[in-house]
């Protein structure tokens, strides 16, 4: 029995800031953030958007489609959590109304907790065949303004459908792994930003590939031209670019020139969104699907980091009509549907997300209708609305 990814549903928040702009705001090269980071845009998450509101989003993309009896697991991957305690992934399953016989919780371990969702709701399906799992990573990056990181922030979510025999990916068995307890990126409980070692994050997101992709080569017996496609997780495009080369490096001109090709297809949303942290990946996977043109059978590698550091590396096989399961003009309607902020609007609205909501005082959402969205607390309770 194959199981893996059988629905994507992506959302990102209707607002984004153009890089040209931040650059010359910033006094720096615009060129620095088009080329030298490999960003063109990033969304914008008002104090109406957070990783519940966003996840919600994300799944009524396929929820049409699921049998919602059958789902017997529900896991939220996400390092922007609205609660201490209570998971957020129990909001989300209230405005999906999935039954109370589901099992569900939050996860985290940075970027990585999409993926370890994804390969606990992987072994839950081998053992229950008849259920299924939906795995959601939901993140609005925030560094601060005039940070260093501050061109690499982004927000949006991405929810999976992980089932028998599923119609889109069949996750391969076998995995490499690696971790180590370091201080490249974290976020401490007082704050609402990212503390980050921008450089030595860097270096340890290379490392961390090497390892693990060589390790999964000499695990499978494989070599990099096993792979159509290596999909990354994309904290800014130009990281993803740097580990496909060191993938490619001493690969025949044929290897290079398909890896190459299908790492520009799979950042094309990455590079409108930005960092969504746990759902970058799996963004990037989706932006590969819709953007490349890969046959049925096509191997795909996929290499998670998640900081504070864990990395894996695994690979999936497409399925033979996964393109049907796809929906590629409404994702980039997604896209295309944000309005443009000024940068003095988007630093209005960046404070604004960073204060704490005044209870008992609802929030208005300009999202179109049909969008979930945080309406402010009543009695310290957060409150989710469907516009
Ligand atoms: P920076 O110091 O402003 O930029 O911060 P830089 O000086 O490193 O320059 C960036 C690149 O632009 C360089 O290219 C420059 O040469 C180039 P590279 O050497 O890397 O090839 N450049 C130009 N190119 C064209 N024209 C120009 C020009 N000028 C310079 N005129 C940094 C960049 C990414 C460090 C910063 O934005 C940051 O700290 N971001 C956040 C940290 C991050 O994203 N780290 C990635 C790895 S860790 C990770 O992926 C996990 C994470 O997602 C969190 C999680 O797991 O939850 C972050």
Request: charged fraction near 20%.
């Amino acid at each position: 029995m194959q199981v893996g990814i059988d629905e994507i549903g992506f959302y990102t928040p209707n607002k984004y800031v153009d890089m040209v702009d931040l650059a010359n705001a910033r006094n720096e090269d615009p060129n620095k953030y088009l080329e030298g980071i490999g960003q063109s845009q990033m969304s914008v998450a008002d104090q109406t958007q957070d990783a519940v509101s966003m996840g919600i989003n994300a799944t009524l993309g396929y929820l049409d489609h699921v049998d919602l009896n059958q789902v017997g697991l529900l896991i939220l991957g996400t390092e922007s959590g609205v609660d201490q305690s209570k998971s957020g992934s129990l909001f989300i399953k209230s405005a999906l109304k999935l039954p109370a016989a589901v099992r569900t919780f939050e996860i985290k371990e940075a970027c990585f907790g999409v993926t370890a969702g994804l390969m606990l709701a992987r072994d839950y399906v081998r053992l229950h065949p008849h259920h299924s799992a939906i795995v959601i990573g939901s993140d609005i990056a925030r560094y601060g303004l005039n940070s260093g990181g501050e061109v690499t922030q982004g927000a949006g979510s991405i929810s999976l459908l992980i089932k028998a025999e599923p119609r889109i990916l069949a996750i391969n068995n076998g995995h490499s792994a690696y971790s180590a307890d370091i201080n490249d990126f974290w976020r401490p409980n007082n704050s609402a930003t990212a503390l980050v070692d921008g450089k030595y994050s860097k270096a340890v997101y290379l490392d961390f590939f090497e390892r693990t992709f060589a390790d999964y080569q000499r695990i499978k017996k494989w070599s990099p031209a096993q792979f159509e496609a290596i999909v990354y997780h994309l904290p800014f495009t130009k990281m993803g670019f740097k580990a496909n080369n060191l993938a490619m490096a001493g690969q025949p001109a044929e290897v290079e020139h398909h890896l190459a090709n299908n790492f520009t297809a799979s950042a094309w949303f990455n590079r409108q969104v930005g960092n969504i942290y746990t759902a970058s990946l799996y963004l990037s996977l989706l932006s590969l699907l819709e953007k490349a043109d890969l046959a049925p059978g096509a191997t795909i590698g996929l290499f998670s980091y998640g900081s504070g550091a864990m990395g894996e590396f695994y690979s999936g096989q497409l399925v033979s009509g996964y393109q049907q399961k796809l929906r590629p003009i409404a994702d980039e309607q997604m896209l295309m549907r944000r309005q443009k902020l000024s940068i003095p609007q988007y630093e209005t609205i960046f404070n604004e997300a960073l204060k704490q909501p005044i209870d008992n005082v609802e929030l208005a959402s300009d999202e179109a209708a049909g969008y979930w969205y945080f309406a402010g607390t009543k009695n310290e309770v957060r409150q989710y609305h469907q516009k």
